[in-house]
């Protein structure tokens, strides 16, 4: 018999749903844990960062009478935890006065004072091999722990970052909206003058391409919306290269590519548009007679993508907030480029970070997995 109780009335929106997943995993293990004999009853109480309440699931060996409604009770209010042993070691203690079972308290860790911790109840002392299943379990919840809320994380920052695409997006679009509008009634106002009616044509042509390029923005703001198929990488890096040529070469900047490159399941045009913003970002900071060093690792399941500058490198606010919606140090700077190459990494099953070189300078490095599931 397995039972489950939580201070949470389980609904059926997202966030109940990821609790549900959780709760789901800790039932399981406890399952596990009163197959094993002695072990007739185990309890895990864990405190779930989705919910912000603490939890618990426990398990009943079927061939066990059920533990009483009063030794729930003792055991819920804690009154019985009088010191706080090390995380991941198997601690006994003394509940004679209470119930004829050895009683066996492993802390998982400690949340706020309060510790997350697997209870049992045995029938006989557990064996060391036993013992050792208990504490790996142990191990394994916690590591599951740190997955999942990590996973639940970057869920919340896509979350924003979509949040932040799209009232950027219809900011823009309102813009560009009066921009088309006055560009074309002076294509027709112009019609006896066949230059300034050609610039205003190449205003217009130039809003319409802005206005694609924004939807794509809009797309990538979506992860569903993920067109992925088999990339070349140095193939998308050239490319952005090729689109910042001009501002290379006024600063006469030296780029070193790796002679190598490796595939990608990627989407070519989201991917491009991140290694357009650190680039263009590279380029900006580099000084006069610059080197740009862009380099890749390739490993079984993943590429490590490195770029570094020479230039003067990221102070600690930087560091901070620089994938922060809206932050910029460049002058006329929206401060959404790198806030937006992080979401399409972060959507790619990637991650996006970056730190000082010692030598100086700065380096973004891009973790992508080599295929994705989307």
Request: proline fraction near 3%; aromatic fraction near 8%; include cysteine.
């Amino acid at each position: 018999m397995a039972v489950g109780s939580s201070n949470h009335n389980l609904m059926t929106d997202d966030k109940d749903l990821q609790s549900l997943d959780l709760q789901n995993f800790c039932q399981l293990q406890t399952e596990l844990l009163t197959t094993q004999s002695p072990i007739f009853f185990a309890r895990i109480v864990y405190h779930d960062l989705v919910t912000k309440d603490f939890q618990e699931v426990m398990s009943l060996n079927q061939r066990h009478l059920p533990v009483s409604q009063m030794v729930l009770t003792y055991l819920r209010e804690e009154t019985w935890l009088t010191n706080f042993p090390n995380a991941l070691t198997l601690n006994e203690l003394n509940l004679d006065f209470l119930i004829s079972s050895k009683f066996y308290f492993c802390p998982l860790r400690y949340r706020n004072h309060k510790p997350e911790y697997i209870q049992i109840f045995a029938e006989t002392s557990l064996s060391e091999s036993l013992q050792e299943q208990v504490r790996k379990t142990a191990l394994i919840l916690t590591k599951y722990f740190d997955l999942f809320f990590e996973s639940e994380r970057q869920k919340a920052e896509i979350l924003l970052l979509e949040q932040t695409i799209q009232r950027a997006s219809h900011q823009l679009r309102n813009s560009l909206s009066l921009i088309d509008l006055y560009a074309q009634n002076l294509c027709f106002g112009l019609k006896d003058n066949s230059y300034q009616e050609e610039q205003a044509r190449v205003i217009r042509d130039s809003v319409q391409e802005l206005d694609t390029n924004l939807n794509e923005l809009i797309y990538c703001g979506q992860s569903t919306k993920l067109r992925i198929s088999l990339q070349d990488l140095k193939s998308i890096v050239t490319e952005s290269l090729q689109g910042l040529k001009p501002l290379i070469d006024n600063k006469q900047l030296k780029i070193c590519l790796p002679e190598n490159s490796t595939t990608l399941v990627v989407d070519r045009l989201q991917m491009k548009q991140v290694f357009d913003n650190l680039l263009s970002n590279t380029v900006h900071f580099s000084p006069q007679f610059g080197t740009i060093v862009c380099s890749w690792q390739i490993f079984k399941n993943e590429v490590l993508i490195k770029i570094s500058d020479q230039g003067i490198g990221l102070s600690q606010e930087d560091l901070q907030k620089m994938f922060t919606p809206f932050y910029s140090r460049r002058v006329g700077g929206t401060g959404l480029g790198l806030t937006i190459a992080k979401k399409i990494v972060l959507d790619h099953h990637g991650c996006l970070y970056a730190d000082n070189l010692p030598t100086g300078g700065a380096q973004f490095s891009i973790v992508l997995p080599r295929s994705i599931t989307t």
